[in-house]
């Protein structure tokens, strides 16, 4: 078994009386292209706030790089290599596309100018480096999610996570998209993707893990988990 990156033991989070994530235990371990799917609502996206300390546990535990991180805050976790995008974009408006993306190097980078050195890089990765100058108000929302993502990989990070990258964009954007992911995988980052294109995921994930109403109903391959009873059962509802 290879590396694990993030450990999540018993993990729970309830907003009033919704059981958001509930009692959830998984390993991501080092390498390739893992996803996090399940209906709406199922707590994707509340995991992924759990796994990088954007929402306190209210139970359970929670290990990165092997370090107990239970109690950690957010922005402890670029440093620890594991970077993130999230499904409602959060950009400063009143900063330029380069703050915005710089921002994501601060804590690993312990001087502006070398943050400013990767965070171009990054930017002309995703294709907005013409765009530096400008307001995220002036980008599209793709254009926007595209700096978020740019932002994520300021930091270098061992661990990506991606909460639907690829909703709304075109055939041909996916291509793109699913293209950059593979490269980055190439480059030895792990990347964890919430999705709701099940093609995609299908296609480029070595392992599959399913929510349902905050519990893991599945873990397993492509395959295994499209053949389990439950996981048809919550897709299709019946
Ligand atoms: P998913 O990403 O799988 O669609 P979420 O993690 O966003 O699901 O949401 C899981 C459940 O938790 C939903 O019922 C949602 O309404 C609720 N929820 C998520 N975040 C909050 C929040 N900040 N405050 C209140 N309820 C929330
Ligand atoms: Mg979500």
Same mark, same amino acid.
């Given at each position: 078994?290879?590396?694990?990156?993030?450990?999540?033991?018993?993990?729970?989070?309830?907003?009033?009386?919704?059981? +958001?994530?509930?009692?959830?235990?998984?390993?991501? $371990?080092?390498?390739?292209?893992?996803? =996090?799917?399940?209906?709406?609502?199922?707590?994707?996206?509340?995991?992924? @706030?759990?796994?990088?300390?954007?929402?306190?546990?209210?139970?359970?535990?929670?290990?990165?790089?092997? !370090?107990?991180?239970? %109690? &950690?805050?957010?922005?402890?976790?670029?440093? =620890?290599?594991? +970077? %993130?995008?999230?499904?409602?974009?959060?950009?400063?408006?009143? #900063?330029?596309?380069?703050?915005?993306?710089?921002?994501?190097?601060?804590?690993?980078?312990? &001087?502006?100018?070398?943050?400013?050195?990767?965070?171009?890089?990054?930017?002309?990765? =995703?294709?907005?480096?013409? %765009?530096?100058?400008?307001?995220?108000?002036?980008?599209?929302? !793709? $254009?926007?999610? %595209?700096?978020?993502?740019?932002?994520?990989?300021?930091?270098?990070?061992?661990?990506?996570?991606?909460?639907?990258?690829?909703?709304?964009?075109?055939?041909?954007?996916?291509?793109?998209?699913? #293209?950059?992911?593979?490269?980055?995988? @190439?480059?030895?980052?792990?990347?964890?993707?919430?999705?709701?294109?099940?093609?995609?995921?299908?296609?480029?994930?070595?392992?599959?893990?399913?929510?349902?109403?905050?519990?893991? !109903?599945? @873990?397993?391959?492509?395959?295994?988990?499209? +053949? @389990?009873?439950?996981? !048809?059962?919550?897709?299709?509802?019946?």
């Amino acid at each position: 078994m290879s590396r694990a990156l993030i450990e999540m033991d018993g993990a729970s989070k309830s907003f009033g009386g919704v059981k +958001a994530v509930n009692n959830v235990t998984f390993t991501i $371990d080092e390498g390739g292209v893992i996803a =996090l799917v399940g209906p709406n609502g199922a707590g994707k996206s509340t995991t992924f @706030d759990l796994m990088t300390g954007f929402q306190k546990l209210d139970s359970g535990r929670r290990r990165t790089m092997g !370090i107990d991180t239970t %109690r &950690s805050p957010s922005y402890r976790f670029p440093e =620890l290599g594991v +970077a %993130r995008t999230f499904q409602k974009v959060r950009l400063f408006p009143s #900063m330029t596309v380069l703050e915005n993306a710089l921002v994501g190097g601060l804590a690993k980078f312990h &001087s502006v100018s070398a943050a400013e050195g990767a965070a171009r890089r990054a930017l002309e990765r =995703l294709g907005l480096d013409d %765009r530096a100058d400008r307001s995220p108000a002036e980008l599209t929302l !793709i $254009d926007r999610k %595209r700096l978020e993502l740019a932002r994520a990989l300021v930091p270098e990070p061992t661990l990506l996570l991606l909460d639907e990258v690829m909703t709304g964009l075109t055939p041909h954007e996916v291509e793109d998209a699913i #293209m950059l992911i593979r490269q980055l995988v @190439d480059e030895g980052v792990t990347v964890l993707l919430v999705e709701h294109l099940l093609k995609v995921v299908m296609r480029i994930s070595r392992r599959v893990l399913v929510l349902e109403h905050g519990q893991l !109903i599945a @873990d397993g391959t492509p395959d295994e988990v499209q +053949a @389990d009873p439950q996981v !048809i059962e919550a897709y299709i509802g019946v």
